[in-house]
């Protein structure tokens, strides 16, 4: 059985970092596309990065470019995703998810997503 297990959250000021870890049993993410999206209370869910496969190409939402960097951990069988210079706007709760078919041309497309995690809160405030 396939699950996803998010981990790293909490809360931070605005300006500070945060490592978030999706973990995987059942499947090897290395071979894997994953994605991360989060939900802010009251706003649609959103793509925020994501890892494919096939080109080892990485996936960047606007406005955490430069901020956000996703990482496989192959011998750990997870996917970081790191973030700094943290917003009150990057409020979520931050979920992990894996793909089968390929990211592009829509990486965000949270329908194209099988398995997700159960989320981690992230709460930037002062």
């Known amino acids: 059985q396939v699950q996803l297990v998010e981990s790293g959250g909490g809360l931070v000021q605005p300006g500070g970092s945060l490592t978030l870890s999706c973990a995987a049993s059942g499947l090897d993410l290395e071979n894997i596309n994953i994605g991360w999206f989060r939900q802010a209370p009251g706003k649609e869910r959103e793509g925020v990065s994501a890892?494919?496969?096939?080109?080892?190409?990485?996936y960047y939402e606007g406005s955490v470019k430069g901020r956000f960097n996703i990482l496989r951990d192959n011998a750990k069988n997870t996917v970081t995703l790191q973030m700094i210079l943290l917003k009150p706007k990057d409020t979520a709760v931050y979920y992990c998810?894996?793909?089968?078919?390929?990211?592009?041309?829509?990486?965000?497309?949270?329908?194209?997503?099988?398995?997700w995690g159960q989320g981690t809160q992230v709460t930037v405030s002062s």
């Open positions: 998810a894996e793909r089968r078919s390929d990211l592009w041309p829509t990486p965000w497309e949270g329908s194209e997503y099988d398995y």
């Open positions: 890892i494919s496969v096939r080109d080892r190409g990485t």
